[in-house]
C-alpha cells in the first residue's frame, strides 16, 4: 500500500511564462518521481483531467506540493500500521488509523466537508485516499451528473490526490488502484485523460502479469463495462482468468458482476457454457443471500444469456423475487417483470406482492415501470382489479409524464383483458383529451393499438377514425413495420365494422376494402380442438345426425363461428346446408381457457366483442363456456346441457 502524504496545493496559468517558469522548476523538484521517467508534458493532465468553466488551461504547480511516499511492496501488501515508531506513519501527527479514518469518512455528506477532513491529514494510505475519492464521488454524483462539478473538479485536493494517483500508479495497492478507478468513473472523469489511461494501462499489465485477485477483476471488470462497453477485448482477458478460479468461494457480489461481464462478452449461444453451468449451479446455493439489486442483475443476466435450460435457478430466483417486491427500484422490478416474462414463469404470489406494493406507490412510480406491470399483466393474460383501477388513477391524475409509448403500454391491456375500472369514464376523458394535444406524436401502429382497444369495451373514439380511414394514415401505418401484416388488418376491419354496427350516426370515410382482412385473425383466442370435440358429440346425441350443425362457419362479416346451428320460422332445426327458410340464427361460441382472463371468467375483448356483434348481425349467441362443462363425465350428461343452452323452451327432444 503506498502512503501518500498531503500538503497544500496551487495553480497557475500555464499561458504565462512565469508559470512555464514554475513548471520546469516542478519538474526537478518533485520527490515522487526520483527513479522514474518525467512526465513529458505536465500540462496536458490538467487539461485532459479537469473541466473548466471559462476552458482556460492549468498546470500543477508546487507550494509546499503533495508528495507520494512510498515503501517497497507487493502489489497485495499492505502497510504495517503497528511497527517501529520511529519510522511508522504514527509518528506523523497528521497520520489516522484506516478504520477511524473510514468511520469519520462516511458521517461526511458534502465534499467540502471531505476536503477539508483530507486537508487535515499530513499522510494517508492509498486505500484511504481511493476511499475519498469514492466518498466524494457517492455525495457529489447521480444519475445527472455531478451536483457541483466546479467544486469538485478545482478543488485542489481532489486535483493533487488525481495527480499523484496518474504519476505513482506502479505503486499503488490493487485496492488503491481499482478503488481509484470506480471512484473517477463515477465522477465523469473523462475516459481518454491521461490519468485514466494510466491507471487502465496499469490494471491491465496486472492483469496480464496474474496479479489480481478474484475481487479485483471484479473491481476492473465492472470499471471497463463503464468505460467502454461491449466492445472491450480486456473484459475477455478477465472472464477467461475468472474460469480458472475456484467459484465456489466467491461471494455474490462477485458472482453478479461475472454474470455482467458474461452478459456483455458472450457473443455466440454456446461460448462460455460450460462456465455458465458452474455458475448457474453455484448460484443456485446463494439464492437466499442475494439483495434485491443482486436478484434483478443476475435475473436480467440469465435473459441476456438466454439461459432457459437453467430451470432451476430461474425458478429459485423467481420465488425469491417475489419476497422483495417492496424493495426493488423501478428499474429492478422491470427487469424481474422481463425475466418473468422471458422464461414463461407465473406465480401467483407475484400477482398478489404486486397488488399489495404498486397501488401505495402509483403516484410516485415511474411511467416505466407502470407500463411494464400492466404490459406483465396483459401478455399473462392477469387481470388485476386492484392494479388496473391504481393505473387508471395514477393516470387520470398525472398524464403528462407518459410517453405516447407508454401510455398505449398502460391503456391497450384493459381492451385486451376486457376491464372497465370504476374511473372509466374520467379516465377516456382524460384519454381524448391526450390524444387531441399530442395525436401527431404517436407512431401509426402504436395509434391503431390504442384505439382498436378502446372498441373492445365500448368505448368509440369516432372523432380519430376519418384521420385513421384516410389514405395519408393507412400509407405510413403501411410503410412503418410490420406494415399492413393479418393482425394490423384485422385492427383496422374490427374498428370498421364497429362503427358500422355500433355507431350509426358516424358518416366520416370508411376504411377500403383492400385494407379489410378476409377473416379476424385471434390467435390469442384460437379455437379449444379438445373443447369443440366433446361439444360436437354432445350436440350429435341431441340432434341424432351430423347434417344440423356445422363448425367453424366463416359469415360475410369476417368472424368465424364455432357451431352453427339453423332453425326454421316454427322452430325446427334445419339441415346446415339448407339456405332457404331459414328463419333464426345460433351461434354457439364455444369458449375454452384461452378467450378467458387467467384463473377469470371474464371473457377476453377479442372474444367479448366478436359475441357482440354476432348478436347485433342476427344470431342468438350461446355462450359454452369451458368451466360450465368440464365436469360432464359422458355424452348424455352433455346433451342434456346443451338442451337446456340451446333449446331452453323446448320439450320432446330425446336424449
Known sequence: MALISRKSFQFYSSSTPASRSILMTLSKRLSFFSGQQKPQNCSSVAIRMVCFKDNSQYVFCRKNHIQLRIQSLSVNETVNLCGDTASSPESNNGWMDEQPFFRKLNSLFTSKEIFDFLSSLEVMSDTMASGALQRISEVEADDNGLKNPEGVLENEVFRALCFQFEFESSKLSNTGLLNALQALIKLRIDPQSTLMASLLLEGEERLGKGQLTVKNL???GESLIELEGPSCAMLEQIVSHMQDKDIGKWSPREMVMV??????TVREREQYQDFLNRLNSV???????????????????LVVLHQTQAVPLVTALCKHSVKLIPYFTGDELINVLEAFLYFGHREKTLTEALETHVPKSIFTMHPRTVSKVMQYC?????????????VAEGFISDADRFTTDQIAECIVPFGTLNYLPPTASSLFRKLETVLHIH???????????LLHSFVLIQRYPVNFLPKIFSPYFLQKLQAQPPGLDRIVTSQLTRLFLTVTLECPFYEGPKLLPKYQAKAFFTPCSSLDVHLMKRVKAGLLYLLKKRIYFSSEVSTPYFYTVDIEIKLDEEGFVLPAAQREEVHRRIALCVDGQNRFC??????????AIKQRHLQLLGYEVVQIP???IENLQNCRKMAEYLHKKIFPHTYGLSC
Open 626 to 628: 369451458f368451466f360450465e
Open 439 to 449: 395525436f401527431t406524436h404517436f407512431q401509426p401502429h402504436t395509434l391503431l393499438n
Open 218 to 220: 471484479c473491481a476492473l
Open 378 to 390: 396483459c401478455r399473462k393474460m392477469i387481470l388485476s382489479k386492484p392494479l388496473f383501477d391504481a
Open 283 to 301: 448460484t443456485l446455493s446463494m439464492v437466499s443471500q442475494l439483495s434485491p439489486k443482486f436478484t434483478s442483475i443476475i435475473l436480467n443476466s
Open 259 to 264: 454474470y455482467k461481464m458474461l452478459q456483455v
Open 598 to 607: 387467467i384463473n377469470s371468467h371474464n371473457l377476453l375483448g377479442e372474444e
